[in-house]
């Protein structure tokens, strides 16, 4: 049975840094999926943040380019968000997606970002 644990979130000052992590076990080949980083702030849709194609091609909300990047571990089988310069605007709570006909997602781990 397929499952994502994220860890990483938090509280960081605005200006500051995170890196999530999206650790998935079961549902097959992990490398062979495209991965994407969503968040939903209170009051507002899930929006994509980020994607990652099974041959690393990467992609990005304009609202977080220059700033975020996701990469992957294949051998770990592990989506990374690395978030720099963060605004109070980004927090939220993100969720990592395995995308394509199976798709799933992560419970979600909360991002906090003070002015």
């Known amino acids: 049975q397929v499952r994502f644990v994220e860890s990483g979130g938090g509280l960081v000052q605005a200006g500051g840094s995170l890196r999530l992590s999206c650790a998935a076990s079961g549902g097959g080949t992990f490398s062979v999926y495209n991965m994407a980083w969503y968040r939903q702030a209170p009051g507002n849709q899930r929006e994509p943040v980020a994607v990652?194609?099974?041959?690393?091609?990467?992609n990005y909300a304009e609202s977080v380019k220059g700033r975020f990047t996701i990469s992957r571990d294949n051998a770990k089988n592990i989506v990374y968000l690395q978030m720099n310069s963060l605004k109070p605007e980004d927090t939220a709570v993100y969720f990592c997606k395995r995308l394509g006909p199976y798709p799933y997602w992560g419970q979600g781990t909360q991002v906090t970002v003070s002015s």
């Open positions: 990652i194609t099974s041959n690393g091609t990467t």
